[in-house]
C-alpha cells in the first residue's frame, strides 16, 4: 500500500557532502514521520534523523552535520549530509509512519530499498 524510493546515494570523499531523496507513494492519507536509519556492515540499523510535524531527532553522531527535510504535502524527505566520515559508510534507508486509505489504518513501518553511500579517499 505504501512504497519508499530512495536516491542519491553514492562515493564520496571524506569532508564532501551528499544529498539523499526519499519519495513516499501509495493510498497515504496522513504521514506522521519520516525519517533515515542506516546500516554498517556488522553492525546493527541505527537511526540517523527522523522529523513528524512538530519534532526532530537527531543521532548524537550526525548532528550538526546532517540536516532532515520532510515535506508532507509532497511526500517526500531529504538528508542533507555535509562533513562526511568514513564512519558515515553505511546502507541508507527510508522510513515512515504513515495512515492509508481506506480506513485510517496506520502502518507503523514502510522502508524503502535502502542506498549506498561510502565515504572513502
Known amino acids: 500500500q505504501v512504497q519508499l524510493v530512495e536516491s542519491g546515494g553514492g562515493l564520496v570523499q571524506p569532508g564532501g557532502s551528499l544529498k539523499l531523496s526519499c519519495v513516499a507513494s501509495?493510498?497515504?492519507?496522513?504521514?506522521?514521520?519520516m525519517g533515515w536509519y542506516r546500516q554498517a556492515p556488522g553492525k546493527q540499523r541505527e537511526l540517523v534523523a527522523s522529523?513528524?510535524?512538530?519534532?526532530?531527532n537527531y543521532a548524537d553522531s550526525v548532528s550538526g552535520r546532517f540536516i532532515i527535510s520532510l515535506d508532507k504535502d509532497k511526500r517526500t524527505v531529504d538528508l542533507q549530509m555535509n562533513s562526511l566520515r568514513p564512519e558515515d559508510t553505511a546502507v541508507y534507508s527510508c522510513h515512515a509512519d504513515v495512515f492509508v486509505n481506506p480506513g485510517l489504518i496506520r502502518i507503523y513501518d514502510t522502508w524503502g530499498q535502502g542506498t549506498q553511500v561510502t565515504v572513502s579517499s
Open positions: 501509495g493510498n497515504i492519507y496522513m504521514i506522521n514521520s
Open positions: 522529523q513528524t510535524l512538530t519534532t526532530t
